[in-house]
Structures are given as structure tokens and as C-alpha cells.
């Protein structure tokens, strides 16, 4: 135990006076020369660094060079907080903190300024700055490792803050964890832009750990807007296994093997769930604002409407409003309603209780500007008519009745389109409404009429899917007749056409899966851009072969999601209940890539075995699958940097002498990541690592 102690305080030492050795060039000279590329190096400190006893107020730290202060409420932080952040300013060639809180006895503290220091001609920053100190004997010595990344993308969440709460100081709560609401942290720490952390100056004792993604950089925790992770366990930095330090030379700061994992995501189910306000903004529409979304209603009673004249529209999945359409004559509605709202609110211990609220809403027509001057320009006009003994003719207004259609272009048949209105539909006359197939040439052409179905949206009560039994690289016409759709508003449809054809499969991709899954699992896969935006999904996957048709030329991507409830969707976790969210994986093939090729009229063969996707997330596993991203963003680099040499090896009139050495400066460039890699890949051999 001592021995360790001691090689994780070293660790922590050579953490910091990296800012006194990684210095090797020469700064720009008046005259010219290689641009200065290199942070400012630290050359004194008044109190030393790692000061026990501390008492004093003020610590000044001298560079090399001149520096500026940028960021620093957003960069820097103090482990443990202090309820008034010290003050940075700079004095000379350094900077001067003024400590202005009142400091704990025998408290080890740290002051992390991120990224705030930089050099004051260049702004090279000085990254991973850390002064540390104690009030007692002693400066707590221990380090920890971890990454955090976004549990649903699957990839790594930077400048993530690290929550540290000592185990035996909280209360035993396993049904209820309140933690990181009520109690200020015992040590803080944060995330690198590749989502490693280090934890430093941590007790040899058992630590309970959160990771807070911290969106609007006030080093707070906002449920619903924050990302948030959670561990199954305790733990105890000493017991943890031991793991690799190195300097990252392609991101200039330090990073490590991590030995804790944190997935995640966004907590939705904290907030309490009430009804916050109803609004009338329409003589035909109520809007019921709750705090939360997806409220669970049970029943609806407005005074002198019937429960079937109300059309409910919850417009999106995921919102907290509810908008309800009363189908009612507008001269039959009174100027305020009055009802009452029976749903399910999360009472005082948030256990969520059946609730009757009165509901009383009143709407009162308020003429805007624009329709007062449309108003007084006609009374005008039809006094003059009346004056000029002529008729009066009222201008046309364009039809309000508002209709959307994805009918146009070329469609994916599997998935057919889709119409839009703006208000809920109270008549369709699906039968007036065609669709055709459309044969022969553009001079002679035969329609033939196809059967189709209309599904409405049950989150959008303005929203349907068309499906019929569509023919691949055929066209089609969409018509609508006039007066076929009546929306609640009362309004009805002009006459509409729209013509558009299927895809031709000779023009994209298909991606056959073969399945191997795990018994009594369920599996939502999709298919992703480069970017991973999802472009098509499959759910309810098990063991077998699946195809995905109509898949673009280009970069794809595979994400699988490990349904565990079997609901189709992906669900996130809950900090409260300590509830881990559904694991989200990109697939990696044996040689370490996600990122995979298409073209057209391609066949793609993919076999997919989820024990391996989703393998027991080891220390070992994980530092293997970061290892394994690391080489693959490194190779596509390379890649994009061979492309571009090439590409200036073509162009004309290129000096042949200065390509060669741009060329060289570009293979350097990417020697020095290859090196970097070496480093980041020789787990085994230690190679490139502290320890």
C-alpha cells in the first residue's frame, strides 16, 4: 500500500511539472522564424506547490514568458468548491490567486486552471494546470482514472466534472439517492476533451462517484438539461486496479487507462409532474403546459363540451404540452371554459398520485396590427365603392387551410410518405383522394389507380403515413380533390397534386445482418450517417439474417441498442432509482473499424454477434475499445491527409520543390501521430506511459 501511495503521488508530481519540461523549441524571434507553437513554461511558485500547513492568502506562479488569463470562470474549478472562487490576475511574467474563501482545517484543496493560462502572443494554452495545497500535515495523494461517454451515441463527453462523495459521510439511501441535489462534493475533478479523466489528491477510502456534463458551464447539476452518470458501486481508489499515464502529444495533455466507466444521459424522470398552466390561445384550442413530459391523464371534463368533441394532440413524443381541439361551432363556445383534469402528479416523496385540478381558461379575440390596417384598408375601399355607386368586391385571401406532403422527388417504398396539416382533420374523405401509378412516356401517359392506406400519427393528430404495395423505380401521382379534407378550424383543402417516383435499388446500398444473439435478448439496430445520425432502424431484432434496403453511397454506420424491456426504444437511466440506461454500441469489426464504405448497387455482408458487442464492460475491454477508436481516427486522419498530398501533387503550375516539402511537413505531422499512437497502443509494453 505504501509503495503504490507513493507511485500515484509521483504520478501526480510529474503531472504537474510537465509544465516546467515540455519545452523544446524556439519562440518566434523578432526577426522571424518558426511560429511559436509551444505553452508557456512555469519557472517559480511562492507558495510551492503541494504547501502543507497553508495558511497563506495569496500564490504566485511565474512563467517564461507573458501570459493572458482567457476563460477563467469556464476553466477553472477547486476540488473541493469553494463558495467564493479565488481571483486571477497577472503581476509581471506570472499570475497572482487570491484565495477569498475561509478553508477547512487539514483539508487537502486543488485549484485546476484548465486551460486559462496562455501564452500572451500566440495564446498557446498551458492545458491541465493544477495548484494544489493543504491546510493539515498531509496533501491527499491518491489518483483515479475514468472515461465518460454519451451512453446513447456511444462516444466520448468532454470537460465532464467528476463528483467525489466520501461513502461513510452519506446517508444509506438504496431506494432513494438524492446525493448529488443536496450535498456539495468532497473532491471534484474533470474530464478531458477525449472523455479520460484523472482524479488527483483523492483518500485512501470508499468514494461515491457521479459525472455531471455540466451544459451551461455554471458547475451545477440541472436535471433534464445535464448529462449525468452514475456507478453500481463504491469505490475506493487504493483498491482500484493499477493503469497507465502519458502525455497525449496530438492533444497536448495528460491521459490514462481508465478504471471506471461512466454511461451517460440525460435523467427525464427527476422533475416532479404537474400541470404548470392552461392556456387558450385559440377560441377552438386549450393548451395544457405540464412540467414533465408524457403526463398520464385520466380524465378530461370541460363544462358544455362532450368528451368526443375533444381532439386530443400531444403533438411530439418527449414534450410537455398537450393541445386539446374542441370541435365545436366557434359562435357555440362560450368566452371561458371550465372544466377539471384528473392525471397522475408526483406528490411531496415524488410518488405520483391520482389528482383533480379545476381547469378555467377564457380567450378574448385581439386584433393584431397587421389585421387592423388589412381592416381599415377595406373599410376604405368599400366606402369608396358606395361613394362611386359601384359594387364592392372583396380582395381573394389565400385558402388558410395549410397542407404538407414528403410526395415529391423520389421515396424509400418501404417507407412510403407522409402528410402534414396544421390543425387536427374532423372530416377526410379518403375515398375522394387518389393515388396513381403512372406509366408510358411523358406524352402519352396511363395512370392506373393504386390502393393505398392512411395511418394517422397517434403523437400528432395532424400528421399521417401513406403506405401502399409500392413498385421499385416507378412513378406516381398523389391527388387530393378540393374540399376532401376539413380541419377542426373549420377550414377545407384546395385541390392538390403531387407526382414523385420510388427508389431504383440500382442506385443505393443493401446491408445484410447476420444475427447471433443471446437468448431471451431483443436488439434495435440502426443504420447511421458518418456522423451517426440515424437514417433506418430495425427493432425487435434477435438470432438471424435482416436486410436494410436503400442505403445511400457513402459512410455508414452500425448502432445497436440492447432493448432490455423490449419496447422498441432506447431508455435512459435514473439517477434516484441508480438505474444505468440501455447500453448503446457502434459496431466494430475485427480490425477496429465502425466507419464502413458504400455504393451503389452494393451488397454489404455483416455478422454481428452480440456477446462480443456487448461484452462485460472490463477495465481491459475498455481500454482495448478506446484503443481500437484511437487507431481508426488516427488511420482515417491519414487517410484524409494522403488524400489532400495528392490532390496538390495534381494541381498545376504546384512548385515542385515546395510540394515536396509541404509533403514532408505533412508526413512529419503525421509521424509525430503515429508516435503519439504508439504511445496511446503499447499497453502491453508500457510504452509511452509513466507507470
Known amino acids: 500500500m505504501k509503495n503504490s501511495t507513493l507511485i500515484l503521488k509521483a504520478a501526480v508530481t510529474l503531472l504537474f511539472l510537465g509544465a516546467f519540461l515540455t519545452r523544446c523549441a524556439n519562440i518566434m524571434s523578432p526577426d522571424g522564424g518558426p511560429k511559436d507553437t509551444l505553452p508557456p513554461v512555469i519557472t517559480a511558485i511562492n507558495p510551492g506547490n503541494f504547501a502543507t500547513n497553508f495558511k497563506e492568502k495569496k500564490i504566485y506562479i511565474e512563467f517564461n514568458e507573458y501570459v493572458q488569463i482567457k476563460d477563467q470562470n469556464k476553466e477553472m474549478f477547486t476540488s473541493p468548491a469553494m463558495k467564493k472562487m479565488p481571483l486571477i490576475t497577472t503581476r509581471g511574467k506570472g499570475i497572482v490567486i487570491t484565495i477569498r474563501d475561509t478553508l477547512k482545517e487539514n483539508q487537502t484543496y486543488a485549484i485546476d486552471l484548465g486551460s486559462a493560462i ?73 474530464a478531458q476533451n477525449n472523455g479520460i479523466f484523472i482524479a488527483q489528491n483523492l483518500k485512501p477510502v470508499k468514494y461515491r462517484i457521479y459525472a455531471i456534463g455540466d451544459k451551461n458551464d455554471n458547475q451545477m447539476y440541472e436535471p433534464g438539461t445535464d448529462l449525468v452518470g452514475i456507478l453500481d458501486s ?115 416523496i415524488r410518488q405520483l398520485v391520482k389528482t383533480t385540478e379545476p381547469i378555467k381558461v377564457a380567450w378574448k379575440q385581439v386584433e393584431s396590427k397587421e389585421e387592423q390596417k388589412e381592416r381599415e384598408k377595406e373599410e376604405r375601399e368599400r366606402k369608396k365603392a358606395e361613394d362611386e355607386g ?66 394517422r400519427d397517434t403523437l400528432n393528430a395532424g400528421h399521417y403515413f401513406v403506405r401502399a404495395n409500392w413498385e421499385n423505380a416507378t412513378k406516381y401521382r398523389f391527388y387530393v380533390p378540393k ?52 437514417q433506418q432502424e430495425l427493432k425487435g431484432v434477435v438470432s438471424g439474417k435482416y436486410t436494410i434496403n436503400f442505403v445511400s453511397p457513402g459512410e455508414i454506420r452500425i448502432r445497436i441498442i440492447e432493448d432490455t424491456n423490449g419496447n422498441g426504444e432506447w431508455d435512459a437511466g435514473d439517477v434516484i432509482n441508480r438505474l444505468q440506461p440501455e447500453r448503446s454500441e457502434m459496431f466494430i469489426n475485427e480490425k477496429g473499424e465502425d466507419l464502413f464504405a458504400t455504393k451503389a448497387n452494393w451488397d454489404i455482408e455483416i455478422d454481428i454477434d452480440m456477446s462480443t458487442v456487448f461484452k462485460p464492460l472490463t477495465m481491459a475491454n475498455l481500454i482495448q475499445m478506446l484503443e481500437d477508436k484511437e487507431a481508426a481516427r488516427i488511420k482515417k486522419l491519414s487517410e484524409e491527409w494522403e488524400k489532400k498530398r495528392l490532390e496538390n501533387l495534381n494541381k498545376e503550375n504546384q512548385n515542385s520543390g515546395g510540394m515536396m516539402g509541404s509533403s514532408g511537413g505533412m508526413m512529419g505531422g503525421l509521424g509525430g501521430m503515429m508516435g503519439g499512437l504508439g504511445g496511446m497502443t503499447g499497453s502491453s509494453s508500457g510504452s509511452g506511459r509513466m507507470f
Open 118 to 190: 496562455r501564452d500572451n502572443n500566440e495564446g498557446n494554452p498551458l492545458n491541465a494546470m493544477r495548484y494544489v495545497f493543504s491546510t493539515g500535515d498531509t496533501v491527499d495523494s491518491l489518483i483515479c482514472s475514468g472515461y465518460t461517454a454519451d451512453s446513447y451515441k456511444a462516444d466520448s463527453v468532454s470537460r465532464t466534472f467528476l463528483w467525489f462523495y466520501i461513502l461513510d459521510s452519506l446517508p444509506d439511501t438504496p431506494e432513494y439517492d438524492s446525493t448529488i441535489f443536496n450535498r456539495k462534493p468532497d473532491a471534484i475533478a474533470r
Open 483 to 534: 374540399g376532401s379534407l376539413k380541419d377542426v378550424m373549420e377550414y377545407e383543402c384546395d385541390s392538390i397534386s403531387s407526382s414523385f417516383s420510388t427508389y431504383d435499388p440500382e442506385k443505393f446500398s443493401k446491408i445484410v445482418l447476420t444475427i447471433k444473439g443471446e437468448e431471451g435478448k431483443q436488439y434495435i439496430i440502426q443504420q447511421t450517417d458518418s456522423s451517426s445520425k440515424t
Open 234 to 348: 463504491a469505490y475506493n481508489p487504493a483498491e482500484l486496479p493499477p493503469f497507465a499515464i502519458w502525455f497525449d502529444s496530438l492533444r497536448h495533455y495528460p491521459s490514462a487507462d481508465p478504471q471506471l466507466y461512466f454511461r451517460m444521459f440525460t435523467d427525464k424522470t427527476f422533475k416532479a409532474q404537474r400541470l404548470v398552466e392552461a392556456v387558450r390561445g385559440d377560441r377552438k384550442k386549450i393548451t395544457l403546459y405540464f412540467n414533465t413530459a408524457l403526463p398520464k391523464i385520466d380524465s378530461l371534463l370541460l363544462d358544455s363540451i362532450p368528451s368526443d368533441k375533444i381532439i386530443f394532440d400531444p403533438r411530439t413524443k418527449g414534450k410537455d404540452t398537450l393541445n386539446l381541439w374542441l370541435n365545436v361551432a366557434a359562435e357555440q363556445l362560450p368566452d371561458t371554459i371550465k372544466g377539471s383534469i384528473t392525471y397522475y402528479r408526483h406528490d411531496s
Open 390 to 455: 359601384r359594387e364592392y368586391i372583396p380582395p381573394k385571401r389565400p385558402n388558410p387551410f395549410k397542407f404538407k406532403s414528403s410526395a415529391s422527388g423520389e421515396i424509400n417504398p418501404e417507407k412510403g410518405f407522409e402528410i402534414t396539416v396544421d390543425y387536427p382533420l374532423v372530416a377526410f374523405d379518403s375515398t375522394a383522394v387518389k393515388l396513381y401509378k403512372v406509366t408510358g412516356n411523358e406524352q402519352n401517359p396511363t395512370e392506373t389507380e393504386v390502393e393505398k392506406h392512411f395511418i
